[in-house]
């Protein structure tokens, strides 16, 4: 490395940090319940707020609806289900895993896992998602979680709520 080339480090929340924001959003749902999207053609997640350090997105699930094995590449997440029931399907040793996603039920995910996430169920599902830091890019898998498809860039789209509210969420949580 050169002397004039630096790094950039992105600031990074922990586990418990994201999941405290997912938790915190989740028992906040009149600031974020209009945005929710259901498409039956495709999700289209919503960008709700964003700061240096995390984002955190909205989505709709219409029934059978999914998002294949993907991974979040350098950024942890965490996941809870406001509306209805989703399943996540992750790579273990043993093979896949499906587990189910009830209402309220914060799940964290480290850098790099591998899993998918769909809408078995016959009503729509609401879910949050907190990333930190924000997600860059996104690796798509096969069926068995072995094998990378493809790596797509992740667009940066401005959140829809002002950055004050990551801020406070983030005050409030002493994060």
Do not use: C
Not at 95 to 121: A, E, F, K, M
Request: charged share 20%; hydrophobic share 40%; net charge neutral.
């Amino acid at each position: 490395m050169s002397p004039t080339t630096t790094l950039t480090r992105r600031p990074r929340l922990d586990a418990d940090a994201l999941a405290d924001i997912a938790s915190a959003l989740l028992a906040a749902r009149r600031i974020w319940q209009g945005f929710a999207r259901f498409d039956p053609a495709q999700r289209q997640p919503v960008r709700l707020i964003a700061d240096e350090a995390f984002e955190a997105w909205v989505i709709g699930w219409t029934t059978g609806q999914g998002l294949e094995l993907h991974d979040h590449g350098e950024s942890a997440g965490a996941i809870v289900v406001a509306e209805g029931r989703l399943h996540e399907t992750t790579r273990a040793s043993e093979g896949l895993v499906v587990h189910s996603l009830d209402r309220g039920l914060v799940r964290r995910i480290p850098p790099q896992t591998v899993h998918g996430v769909t809408n078995p169920d016959g009503r729509p599902a609401t879910s949050i998602h907190v990333y930190s830091p924000p997600l860059s890019q996104m690796t798509h898998f096969d069926s068995t979680g072995t094998h990378a498809l493809r790596t797509d860039s992740v667009e940066s789209e401005p959140p829809v709520l002002p950055t004050a509210v990551a801020k406070l969420v983030r005050i409030g949580r002493r994060i």
